[in-house]
């Protein structure tokens, strides 16, 4: 037993140290830029100032243990179960439609009370997709590459996670998910015009769900000139803009953001990047960014690293997961920043939501087990 805990221990000291810093990095500054955010919020809602700091250790505290556990997990486990993590996301997409079951918030109903905890489902369906779909790009290779059975397969059963989706409605997590099994079946190997052909039907899907409903009509308007009514559907975006432009280049200082004054609803989730450029500025706001682009680079290159290493599963997840946090990071700035319509979409290690933090953290901890796996057999 000590030699097997020292074994695991030496496995803990050998995780990647490029994902560790600009995890440790994102972590530090995402914490104090939801703390900073929240504090007015949860002083008037709470009576607490630092209610949400509190428990973001919580979920801090919950997030690392569950990453402990992914890192020391082998990969081949998640390969040869993946069918059983997509039975269990379409459970958890189908528990949180039963009334008295899901928590319903603002007409949506997308969690489930576990204790203490509130759990957004969407949030480990994601990974759960990545599994089965990595999983099955290694078996079907051929089928997927050859015949169209090989790639309408997949598509069946990805529709089915969407339309679960849509039901609570996740219009977000749907877009990422989406894109997320898109981008791995693109990778591997499946034909140009069967992959074209879908991508213009599920756009054309996308810009139905806009036209026939009024609220996401109303979201692309507001969009499209957030002036032109910025005291109604042009509110949140117009906001958000002004917390940019107050921030200039240095911003106007920790803490004094006057935009978190309930000016801008969802400070503390959907606007935090706002919130942060207003305090810190352009140069605050780029080092994030950067930090992102440095994360993701470094996961794409430890799938690149294992592709190499003839480990085709491996890189399929890390591939999978470099593309739902980039995507889900680029939607959450692009709506910050006027580039997209408006869309309640946390910024990973950086918006108040155990769920999201909870699974973020996991898939680093994941994509470094894959780098020591591959650094294994690589005899280094």
């Known amino acids: 037993m000590s030699a097997y805990l020292q074994l ?8 990647d140290r490029h994902l560790q810093l ?7 500054i995402g914490f104090v830029a939801m703390t900073s955010a929240s504090v007015e919020h949860a002083a008037s809602r709470y009576d607490d100032a630092f209610f949400f700091a509190k428990r973001y250790f919580f979920h801090f505290s919950l997030a690392f243990g569950l990453s402990v556990v992914m890192y020391l997990t082998p990969v081949d486990l998640w390969e040869r179960t993946g069918w059983l993590w997509l039975l269990l996301g379409f459970v958890l997409l189908a528990l949180v439609l039963i009334p008295g079951v899901g928590k319903e918030v603002n007409g949506s109903r997308r969690w489930l009370g576990v204790g203490p905890l509130t759990l957004q489902a969407s949030e480990f369906v994601k990974l759960c997709v990545i599994f089965y779909l990595a999983g099955y790009l290694v078996r079907r290779r051929d089928e997927v590459r050859q015949s169209w059975s090989g790639f309408v397969k997949p598509m069946a059963l990805l529709f089915a996670v969407t339309l679960l989706l849509m039901l609570e409605p996740d219009f977000g997590a749907t ?9 791995m079946i693109f990778l591997g190997g499946v034909k140009l015009g069967q992959f074209l052909l879908v991508i213009l039907s599920c756009v054309a899907g996308a810009v139905a769900m806009v036209i026939f409903e009024p609220y996401r009509m109303k979201r692309l308007t507001a969009f499209t000139d957030p002036w032109a009514d910025q005291f ?6 117009t906001q958000s803009l002004i917390a940019f432009g107050r921030g200039q280049i240095s911003g106007v200082g920790l803490g004094n953001s006057v935009q ?17 450029a207003e305090e810190f500025g352009i140069i605050g706001s780029l080092l994030v960014l950067a930090l992102f682009a440095g994360l993701i680079g470094r996961i794409l290159f430890i799938g690149r690293y294992a592709e190499m290493m003839g480990k085709q599963f491996h890189a399929f997840v890390a591939y999978g997961i470099a593309v739902m946090i980039s ?23 950086f918006s108040y ?28």
């Open 327 to 349: 995507g889900q990071a680029f939607i959450n700035m692009g709506v910050n920043t006027g580039l997209l319509p408006t869309k309640g979409l946390t910024l990973p290690f």
């Open 8 to 15: 695991r221990w030496e496995e803990l000291g050998r995780f």
């Open 260 to 276: 978190k004054l309930f000016y801008l609803p969802e400070a503390h989730t959907d606007f935090v990047y706002a919130i942060f």
């Open 175 to 183: 877009v990422v998910t989406a894109g997320t099994a898109f981008v």
């Open 353 to 380: 939501g155990g769920s999201s933090l909870i699974v973020c953290m996991a898939m680093v901890s994941l994509v470094a087990r894959i780098e020591l796996e591959c650094r294994r057999q690589d005899g280094r």
């Open 232 to 237: 109604n559907t042009g509110y949140q975006l």
């Open 22 to 28: 600009l995890l440790l990095a994102l972590l530090a």
